[in-house]
């Protein structure tokens, strides 16, 4: 039993150590020597492993205490997480402006300006001033339960500076410092993984490291900006009581009382954002006072009262020092930039996407040449122009073709009449099953974690998987006798592939690279094998299904259109898919079988068929395809006589021509968003 006295200074530490903890990661102010703070926390934890009855959940000597979990549990979230509407430019901010004046009856609305942080939505729930659980956004209404990994984030308080009586939910965003992001991303190329493609990948996926002492290291931090529970009339206030509360809060923020505040607080972001030690990718604009926002309420996911200014894309110069073809998993070859390293926008770009031959083409862009780049938000880093005037003369800038034979293999290369693309046409070509397996275990996919490209490739060298189902036959052995693997990390891995043999249907469905065959057609296919198999169907029922199905029978799905439907007959009759099928039966697949889908919602689009095609500007395809469906409606991805609209952006080919063709009602993005409640 520890004596009065110990228990009082147990006490006194943790309070010692959380004053410390906030100084130096809050309010970054540290006012003790980090001698000092290491000699508290050995002090506590000496005492503490005395007397193991003294540890609490929020001792600060837990916050890599959580045991590494297999899985994260789903968490409901008390309130949908909700995204933002965005505003690309000046005008479309200034409509925002007048239609919440116009909903508000009144000229006068004040506003508040938060930096857009990019990083990763989470949700902290506080009770009685206490950390009992952080989730990640998830689709917003269900996340994932990811309290041991949040609670060794430092600037996430444990106790709140005031025991608040009830429940808080903290809303704010976790990220990784630019440096921290570059260092990750230095370490993974050099282990051979991909590099993170921004600071948000980079934070999700230290977020949802299986072990809290994996995130502890990547030096995550979070700012806070909204929170329930909270007794406030405005945003502002909000802000400074969450402030008041101990939590991080970004400094950078006004309160606007006119439009043109705000476009003046944006123009001093566009600034300052490259000194800022995080990326930001806009500015959030928010109408201040509660009952404003009340009042304005609501479109489907996105809030009538704020909007997010999204900076433009950020363009560099540079060199073109050589054009590398890629092939996926189809075996697709993709002509890819091999640049100078340039900065844009924050992060080092070495690689832009050329897309296609009939690109290269229209850009003329060749070895050598000055290119204009560009990076918007999440986007793959592209080439937009070249500039011709500063070729030298006399200088050699070779045109480039497509290989004759696969870079990887050196099979035969296939252009198909009248298809755009270039595939290998090896059906065994290492860097198709490299691809292949990538898409296989990623996140859509089987999700399984930390078979990256350096044990992919080093797997596929050893012989020891030719194909993704070879990877559920390794045993603990073989891994463990990989270079750098070490027991540890050799039973992780293979805890996590055999814990991937439960997976919903459609996740599996995907998993298997079934070309034209994405995350919402998985769905319609899982759905429609569901209401044919009992609940506890095997693989091998599920496969049975799929290879005797008839074309005819997989249009009639709804959501599948005729190129999907051959695509799926196609590949369940492919002879070399049959091994690969068989062995993932063999391996004891048990899919999940998905739950019947709820009645849809009275709404505009309720009961509607409909398809995106080119580029949305005003929010990402994602989000519009979950409103829609939020709205009743149903997503496809081909126009058939069965569609009822087709939205289409900048860009659009062969749906939009077909829409037309066929007479399907097309829209633009513009009139999509009217059509909005
Ligand atoms: S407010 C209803 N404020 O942007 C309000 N969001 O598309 C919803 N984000 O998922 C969010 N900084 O991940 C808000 N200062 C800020 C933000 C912010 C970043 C992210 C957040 C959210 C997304 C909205």
Known sequence: MPTASQEK??????????????????????????????ALMRELQSLEAAHPELVTPESPTQRVGAPASTRFAPVQHAAPMLSLSNAFNEEELRAFDQRVRKLLGRDEVGYVCELKIDGLAINLAYQDGKFVQGATRGDGLVGEDVTGNLRTIRSIPLTLRERVKGRIDVRGEVYLPTASFEATNKERIERGEPAFANPRNAAAGAVRQLDPKATAKRNLAMWAYSAAGLDVSSQSE??????????????????????????QFIGECKEKRHTLQYGTDGVVVKVDRVADQERLGYVARNPRW?????????????????????????????PVAALAPVLVGGTTVKRATLHNLDEVRRLDVRKGDRVIIQRAGDVIPEVVRVEIDARETGKEYPEFDMPAKCPVCGGEVIHPEGEVAYYCGNPTCPAKTGQRIGHFVSRGGMDIEGVGWALVTQLQEKGLVNDPADLFFLTKEQLRELDRFAEKSASNIYERIQAAKRRPLSRILLALGIRHVGD???????????????????????IDVLRSVSVDELQSIEGIGGVVAESIKEYFSRPEEQEFLDKLVRAGIAPLMPAPRPPTAAGPF??????????????SREDAEALVRSLGGKITGSVSPKTDLVVAGP??????????????????????EGMLP
């Not at 860009?651 to 999509?672: P, W, Y």
């Open 520 to 542: 919402s057609t998985a769905d319609d296919l899982a759905r429609w094998l569901a209401d044919r198999l009992p609940k506890d169907a095997g693989l091998g029922a599920v």
């Open 606 to 619: 309720a009961g509607k068929t409909i398809v995106f095609t080119g580029t949305l500007e005003r929010r």
């Open 238 to 263: 909000l802000l400074a009581r969450l402030e008041q509360l101990g939590l991080r809060v970004n400094p950078d923020r006004r309160v606007a009382k006119t439009l043109d505040e705000v476009i």
């Open 9 to 38: 200074r147990v006490a006194e530490l943790r309070e010692k150590i959380e004053k410390a903890n906030y100084e130096y990661h809050v309010l970054d102010q540290p006012t003790i020597a980090d001698e000092a703070y290491d």
């Open 651 to 672: 860009g659009a080919g062969s749906k939009l021509e077909k829409a037309n063709k066929i007479g399907v009602r097309v829209v633009d993005e513009e009139t999509f």
């Open 306 to 334: 704020a909007t997010a200014f999204k900076f433009p894309a950020e363009q560099a110069t540079t060199t073109i020092e050589d054009i590398l073809v890629y092939v996926g998993r189809m075996g697709t070859l993709t």
